[in-house]
């Protein structure tokens, strides 16, 4: 069998339509160690607050999770999906930042982001400019790390249009609560499936809602939700990060 000493250089054009079905795939692989699955997006809290205690409570906590990510976390996704630069994302995690009042949520973005951005440095090795970004940034210590731009970020310079980015997003977001759900034992795995399913009719329609807007028109829709991961701190025995 031929060795095979350099991987990287089998590597094609990062403009190739094929490649970048690969690369779309990875990002949104649950094997990709972002810590996803360490939060519940305020579901966990919801659940012994008795705000979702049945499917059909559970369905709506997701669809308006949704109707937040879209109306608030999207315009970072995009802005930095469509300027993938390191000033520019720069000031979109300067922006967040400042946004994000809620300390759990906060903390779990910065988590995640944080942890996106190390991986996708290390796995994208043709894209030298996401270490360097990382480094820079480290070096400095003026950027938090948050979630939402550096997943634009990343997309962006993968080569990925700027909807495609949009609508991962929102995946990934199902995704995640929809495990939660499932390990909450709100929902079987068998359900957790036919769930996400149905929530991704509603996800698509959300996404045509809030797609491509700026920064200065985020905003908060479901403040209740966000409120309510805000005392996620305060359980008494937890499961979850957030």
Partial sequence: M????????????????????????????????????????????AMQAHIVSQPQDLQSYII????????LL??????????????TWQHLDMILDATLTNEVSRKA???????????????FSEIPSLKMMRNASL?????????????????????LDSETCQRAFMYITMRDIISAATRLNLVGPLGAAVLQH????????LLT??????????????????????????????LFCS
């Avoid at 809602?209 to 025995?237: I, M």
């Fill in 109 to 123: 973005s910065v988590s995640q982001g944080s942890a996106l951005m190390r991986v996708s440095s290390s796995v």
């Fill in 74 to 87: 999207l315009p970072f996704v995009y802005s930095a999906a469509t300027s993938p630069d390191l000033q």
């Fill in 64 to 71: 308006h999770t949704l109707e937040n990510t879209g109306s």
């Fill in 139 to 159: 070096s400095n210590g003026d950027v938090c790390f948050h979630h939402a731009p550096v997943f634009g970020l990343v997309c962006g310079l993968v080569g």
């Fill in 198 to 205: 149905q929530v991704s009719f509603v996800a698509e329609e």
């Fill in 2 to 45: 031929e060795e095979v000493k350099d991987v990287t250089s089998r590597f094609p054009s990062r403009e190739s339509e094929h490649f970048l079905q690969w690369s779309k795939w990875q990002l949104l692989d649950s094997i990709l160690p972002t810590g996803g699955f360490a939060h519940s997006f305020g579901l966990e809290a």
């Fill in 209 to 238: 809602k809030w797609k491509n807007r700026g920064v200065d028109e985020a905003c908060q829709t479901c403040p209740l939700l966000d409120t309510v991961q805000g005392c996620h701190s305060y359980l008494f025995s937890r």
